[in-house]
């Protein structure tokens, strides 16, 4: 959750540059994450698992170099594609959303709750208790309709709700603290030694289409809302291997095995702000704290922003595209340098992020009870990892409660109490259907979805 | 609750085998239940609409104690919980977090922050040196980054020490 950091620097920035600096970081976690996924077959962020099968094979047998090379082109390849997709279909989809009214954002929703739950949690009882925590935390404060307080338990802290910086904070970077004081030494892999750096030309040719394949695998993944990069990922390798005709190759180090979830995460990551920035429904995690980082800055988005606030979308994409090459050239030549951060030692890097956390939320609200919170939700955020509860639902809870409520009642206001309202346009019915399939299908199908184990180290 | 020295694989046919889950659930009815209730003490205005005040808070505790009867009936294997030593850490960085969050606006963020930060470096890796080095060097620096990089309002000295 590298994002998180830049959260806190980007309080003392304006609006734009915030944004810049937000979604620079948003791409960059996308293509860092295989670093330390080929180097030391420890994922650097849940999408980049993938990476590790073939990559981490790869450096073990002396190409750690190519397999970095070789995956850092397969990421720009998906990210500049899926760049220009959102170009030319945010544009679309925002003309779609003027058709949705509020029994339609409700199922949408609803949907983007169910596919999450379904597609990345192991079991759908606990993804949907932790979207339950999430609603459940976004009621309390004053009530958007009638401006009586609710769930407050008397304390005025509790007037305004629960922040969702505080919770997303307090969940990512807090958890880690006490997870990582419990796996201390267990999670320790013998990195491999970095060759000489050079382009492995050979590889990219013979990968090119894997990589071209693999970003409308991962684009489309991820536009679905809630489904995300893990999923575009999975599915980029997964295909990839069974169209193969070496197929038992793959998982031993093969180049394409590197590109494709490489080429497809980072499509995903472009393919999730589509539904982000038209519909205001984040596609994934990483995507909830961009939405996060935009509702702070007083930017809503929706089918709206882009006629009223054509500058933000356009200024975004536009830092996308330039993050893109930036990151080429960063990734490429510069490989060396991250590698060197990856060394940074733990007691210096934990209580680091900690202060970087605590103090991004203090002047943020100038509040202890809102650092008090934090450390409650860090400490919950450990608790639900240990019993495999997912936590993204959570801050997607947070962040999509009222919204989701309030299109519940606007829509009941509408149709004057008749429930079946819900259910009266074509785009709803097909959201519920798609919600309801989003959340059964994944029982059934999972065995096909089960996550391979990572590499022995 | 913490603590279970013993974090090898479950026994099954224990009766207790698989009580991380039930506690949860049990934990979560409870929590859903005094949820609801609280939610049925909402203050409710004249200006209503169909739906209510109480309606969205009532599904949620309801779908929660579904989700939560599930887990008592059809538990996930425990989870390997830390050791006694392990979790007193972890209490131990909780209590450390608490210290720093009550501390910061009497105290300012230098001195806190330097404490704060060598503790749970100590945590990590007990090597007393480091984590002084590593409290030390990530207050003051971050702080120089805070306040004169980003403008951030943070206080270095709190009133409690400025006056």
Redesign the interface.
Known sequence: MAILIPLA?S???DATQALVLMTSVYYGAMYGGRISSILLNIPGDEPALMTTLDGYPMAKQGRAADALVLSGVASFVGALLATIGLMLMAPILAKVAYLFGPPEYFALYLLAFCTLGGVSA??Q??A??AS??G??IA?IGL?N???????T?GDLHLMDGIDFLVAIVGLFA?TE??V???S?GKESAIGVKLGKIKVPFKDIAHSFFAMLRSTVIGFVAGVLPGAGASLGSFLAYMSEKSIARDKDTFGTGNPRGVAAPEAGNNAAAGGALVPMLTLGVPGSGTTAVLLALLLTLNITPGPLLFDERPEVVWGLIAALLIANFVLLIMNVPLVRLFVKILSV????L???I???S??GI??LS?S?FD??L??AF??LG??MR???VPTVPIILGILLGKNM?DS??RA??IS??DWTYLFSSGISIGLWIAAVAGFIAPMFLRNLLRKPTRPQS | MLTNDSPGPERPGKFLARRSDRIFGAIMIAIALFYIWSASQTQVSFLSDPVGSKTFPYIVGAVSILCALIFILRPDPDPPWPRLATSAKIAFAVVVLIGFAVSLEPLGFIIPAAVASSLISYQISPKPFNAMAAGVGLSVVLFAIFRYALGLGLAPFGRALVG
């Open positions: 620097f309080f003392g920035l192991k079991n009882a606990k949907a208790i339950m925590i609603l459940g009621m009530d309709q009638t401006g009586m307080p609710r769930l338990f807090v603290i006490f990582f004081i419990e201390h030692p733990a007691w210096l934990l209580p680091g900690t202060m970087i605590f103090a203090y002047s100038g202890s650092l008090l934090m450390t860090g400490l450990y608790f240990k019993l495999d409520e519940l009642r009941m206001v004057d109490g």
